[in-house]
């Protein structure tokens, strides 16, 4: 793949509407870059607006899975997207949009495609999901887990992988992809290597796996606090023509924000073999700095939870979803105000490193995002860092596993950690630091 910056002005087949500004494809699908004003009224920042991606279609992220000599094997593809920064990444068996798979595009069919559509194995994981609400505007997929029995050949581009590789691959930086990480946090407990037993924080995630260990609060509670937070919090997030956004300004065949921080919008031109379709243009969200995302963990009765938030984010679905502990780019809070900076976020950048589960940087979606990347951690602690705040709950690992059950709980960036928590609790060693997060 060759990936070449372009000015929006020169992306073919897309137009800026000449009364809204907005971005779309000629064709009508595939999705547009809007405005969204978002009002939240006793706030530190009590307002703004920005551009959104709005891509109203619901896409499939699907793995197959079946078992070699009773050990799960996935069913991966090695793909490569426009927005990745080091190239081709480890991706589900289907990651296609509806505009992808039903072909608007003119090109060749998606392969393993009916195998989800129509699925003639066990369907271990069928769950619609969110994406960023910082820049999605109600994005969601179809996560999905099928397996099957018999037979599938592995086409060109794709291999089948023990499902204990594909975890332990989760500590390489930008390897695999954001799409798999999600699909992979869907999917049920079912072995996929020996748990650990040595007494370590691997054996204990193991053991906060298993859904007859204890919890700090139970699930209803949970449940409960979170419809709470969901029926009192003020959000009021609405689409606005492109033009109207303000402090943003389009210049230099880009969209940036006029202090330079949070993200632009971008054009890319695309060249590349083995996919739908050959070239294409199109614009993408490119964001300024690394994010920081991390769940502070703590052991509770020997049980592992972590504090998950519940964060607020204008482009979500029910307006609040779980999120990590601490999810930010900080570059972004430099000149908002004090009360505006995240929680925790001191605590997360000088954790002292024999505290660091993992900590590995991975990239996100690299269809809509060029070159987004996060510094994702496990930090384990032995205090409440937080005791009776509102927004923050200690959850236990099972209860997350529970949660991934439905839609609309955990978010992108809390799948993506429950996904390498996972990979900690395997019998072979465990993910190390990476030397591209130290």
Sequence with gaps: MRVTRLPLEELAG????????????????????????????????????????????????????????GEPHLLMQAKNEP?????????????????????????????????FRRPRGRVLADVRQSEQGAWFFRKRNRNMVVEVSEHVEAAEGFRWLPLRRVRELLSAPDLVNMDARTVLACLPVLGGGEPRSDGGFGAAVARSRDPRAGARHGLPELLSWLSGVRSTVEVHARPVPLAQVRHWRRSDGRIAHESGRFFEVIGVGVEARGREVASWTQPMIAPVGTGVVAFLVRRIGGVVHALAHARVEPGYTDVVELAPTVQCTPGNYDRLPAAARPPLLAEVLTAPAGRVRFDTVLSEEGGRFYHARNRYQVIEVD????????????????????????????????????ACLHALALGSREPAVSAAAR
């Design 83 to 115: 927005g990745n920064p080091g190239g081709v990444q480890l991706s589900p068996t289907v990651q296609a949009t509806r505009s992808n798979y039903t072909r608007l595009h003119r090109g060749r069919a998606v392969p393993y495609l009916e195998l």
């Design 14 to 69: 897309w137009r800026a509407d000449p009364v809204t500004g907005d971005l779309r494809h000629v064709s009508g699908g595939f999705f547009t870059v809007e405005g969204l004003d978002v009002r939240r009224p006793g706030w530190a920042v009590p307002g703004w607006s920005q551009p959104i991606i709005n891509q109203p279609e619901a896409g499939i992220l699907g793995i197959l899975l079946r078992r070699v000599a």
């Design 383 to 418: 205090e409440n860092p937080l005791p009776g705040h509102p927004a923050f709950r200690w959850i236990a690992l099972h209860q997350l596993d529970e949660l991934l059950r439905h839609s609309y709980y955990l978010n992108v960036q809390a799948r993506t950690l429950n």
